[in-house]
């Protein structure tokens, strides 16, 4: 008889992160950050429902109390977008970071475009 067909590819999850950014003071999400989300919901398809965890940062331009307030547009503006691709908004979850954690060390004031992002994590303790 013929050999059995090989098994088919184990689909993995892919915890990310899957980071998108943002342009100086703006939380809208850009086309280049909408095909990053894109393929993190294809990713996120096969991950069975998991926990998403949305962080959300931006650069040391502006006070902290402003950036914090920003950095939580950003989660939001990508959670809407995520929601608006099929990702249960229940199973999502937002954390604003402000100018803390910076992705490129910089002095205060400084714009730095790696810093205004969003950072997309799946599975328990995502985003710690």
Known sequence: PPPPPPPPPEVVCSPGPFI???EWNKSDV????????DNAVTQYQSCNNAQVMLAGYTDTSGTPKYNLGL???RADSVKAYLASK???DGVMTTEAFGETRLR??????????QNRRVEITYGPGSGQ
């Not at 490129?104 to 475009?113: F, H, K, N, P, S």
């Open 104 to 113: 490129v060390e910089t002095a205060d004031g400084v714009r730095e475009v």
């Open 20 to 22: 998108v950014f943002f």
């Open 71 to 73: 950095s939580q547009r």
């Open 86 to 88: 099929g990702i249960p």
């Open 30 to 37: 850009t086309p280049e950050a909408a095909s990053i989300l």
